[in-house]
């Protein structure tokens, strides 16, 4: 009976009582120091850190294309030339490369329009669009082997041809003398505006187009003047997804394009 008292009272009850309080004080630090270093660590991990990724890329790319010649190219050959790099639209997409004379510059020629220039007209392969990168090298490889005026070089496209032209140029402003994207459009890139701010641009679209809607061509024009461009731009009335066959039908049209070179020299 003792025993059980001394158990139940007296001073080893007190001293229970107080081990007992300071293994309840004990485990609250404990937590506290637990829940300190788990916010710690919490705040550790969310900390950003400022990292750079650099890597070289290579691609390989090609097109077949068609190439045509000016009348007069074997008869002096010290001239140089202008080229002119022509994006065709997606339904001449294909392993044709003839189709690429359905619309555009080799139409006017096999119509029997002269034009005094070397003309390449690449074809995309099925189900692709216009590679920027892949364009811009095959300017690259013509401007080499032929006898190319590096400040007349042209690019134009029309419909799908005309997105690449837009982002051809966009990717690489500094190659082309003048660029013509018809019933085309540049997409977001239109906040990249201002590299082309001292580009000569002639925009053409139809204002009738279901295919590819003027709003395109507008919002470029818009995007262009706010940084300072003079872009041509010309609406045809009335007409829809064609606007390329008046456009290069037009003699103005080519007088304007062979005015303009790079750098304004």
């Not at 990717?171 to 977001?188: F, L, R, W």
């Amino acid at each position: 009976m003792e025993r059980c008292r001394s158990f139940g009272s007296g001073p080893w009850r007190r001293q229970k009582l107080q081990d007992d309080g300071a293994a309840v004080v004990l485990d609250r630090v404990k937590w506290i120091f637990l829940w300190t270093g788990l916010l710690g660590f919490t705040a550790e991990a969310g900390e950003l850190e400022t990292q750079r990724f650099d890597a070289e890329v290579k691609l390989r790319v090609g097109y077949d294309y068609l190439l045509a010649f000016p009348d007069d190219y074997e008869a002096d050959e010290s001239r140089k030339w202008p080229l002119i790099v022509f994006l065709h639209g997606s339904g001449e997409r294909g392993d044709d490369v003839q189709k690429v004379k359905v619309h555009g510059p080799l139409k006017r020629l096999e119509e029997g329009q002269r034009i005094d220039a070397i003309i390449a007209a690449p074809q995309a392969k099925p189900g692709s669009i216009w590679d920027p990168h892949a364009v811009k090298a095959l300017t690259d490889e013509l401007a080499k082997t032929h006898r190319v005026d590096n400040n007349r070089i042209y690019l134009t496209g029309l419909s799908m041809g005309g997105f690449g032209t837009w982002d051809t140029a966009l990717e690489y402003p500094e190659t082309y003398a003048a660029i013509a994207p018809i019933c085309g459009g540049a997409g977001v890139r239109f906040i990249m505006a201002e590299r082309l701010q001292s580009l000569p641009i002639w925009i053409f679209h139809g204002d009738a187009d279901t295919a590819v809607p003027v709003e395109h061509s507008l919002k470029m024009e818009k995007a262009l003047k706010k940084v300072g461009n003079e872009v041509k731009l010309t609406i045809y009335e009335g007409v829809g997804h064609d606007s390329w066959t008046r456009t290069y039908e037009n003699p103005a049209f080519w007088e304007w394009l062979f005015a303009q070179k790079r750098g304004g020299s």
